[in-house]
């Protein structure tokens, strides 16, 4: 019967020792247990010759090596077993081959594990594999940064190109070029550098095209002095870009960036506290 060790709320419950576990395995494979090795040495004493008897010394010997022998074979059942558990609970890459000799890859989550005839085996999505054949563990910030890479690949190749894009697709853009700027020196380098390259041209279109659309009221707000320079005599300045932008139609406004929006919204507010203070 095989052993099998479960998981339970993230832990490993063992449901026999490495001792039990060592007897199952003599008792069910097919290497020779101390019982056999016993019946082998009586029955080897009952028909030996009697003219030229084995003497005590060599039985001994015999036994003692045959002891020597199971004890490491009990130790590298329990080693094999206790490396096999701490795979539970990671996901791992298994070379599979099946009857026509094609190799496949498999990964998945270790559920639990599995120690049958002197061989341990891994349980993935219901299907057991042997120990032998795991080729790779996978770290948890590995897995994490692939993830990421995927989700953000599947996003840009889903942006139209750059010869179809249109002020429609700039939301679209700015989300998956935040999902990009969000992600970790080590996240961008599973990124394929073409997609980056993508999305990269895709951003630049935008900024073309709302330039395009608002360029002057863009530029008016970057002519705009520092604030702590400002003075009375900008006030004609900060007025003449308020009238642009009251002037733009709601489509217009909607591409007006949150910076820009809120730099006028500061220095207006602080010309009428400078004009307050006359």
Do not use: C, H, W
């Not at 989300?175 to 997609?195: P, Q």
């Amino acid at each position: 019967m095989a052993a099998i060790a479960q998981v339970k709320d993230g832990k490993i419950i063992e449901s026999n020792s490495a001792a039990s576990i060592a007897d199952s395995v003599k008792k069910n494979g097919s290497t020779m247990d101390k019982e056999a090795f016993l019946n082998l040495l009586v029955a080897q004493m009952k028909y030996q010759d009697p003219l030229e008897p084995t003497s005590n010394t060599e039985f001994v010997s015999q036994y003692a090596q045959f002891s020597a022998l199971e004890q490491m074979q009990n130790m590298s059942a329990t080693l094999e077993l206790s490396r096999a558990s701490t795979l539970v609970g990671q996901t791992v890459s298994v070379n599979t081959t099946d009857s026509t000799g094609k190799t496949t890859t498999i990964q998945g989550m270790v559920d639990y594990v599995v120690y049958e005839n002197n061989k341990a085996y891994v349980s993935i999505e219901g299907n057991l594999y042997a120990l032998d054949d795991v080729y790779g563990v996978a770290d948890t910030k590995y897995l994490d940064a692939y993830d990421k890479a995927e989700e953000l690949a599947a996003a840009i190749i889903k942006l139209p190109s750059y010869e179809n894009l249109t002020l429609d697709d700039k939301e679209y853009v700015d989300e998956v070029m935040a999902i990009y700027k969000g992600m970790s020196k080590y996240e961008r380098s599973f990124v394929a550098g073409a997609l980056v390259d993508k999305l990269g041209k895709a951003a630049t279109r935008m900024d073309e095209l709302v330039k395009d659309l608002i360029g002057d009221f863009m530029e008016a707000v970057d002519e705009l002095p520092a604030k702590e320079d400002l003075t009375l005599e900008d006030k004609e300045k900060i007025d003449k870009v308020n009238e642009m932008y009251a002037g733009m139609s709601d489509y217009e406004k909607k591409f007006v960036s949150k910076e820009d929006l809120e730099k006028l919204e500061e220095y207006t507010k602080y010309m009428e506290e400078l004009g307050s203070g006359e």
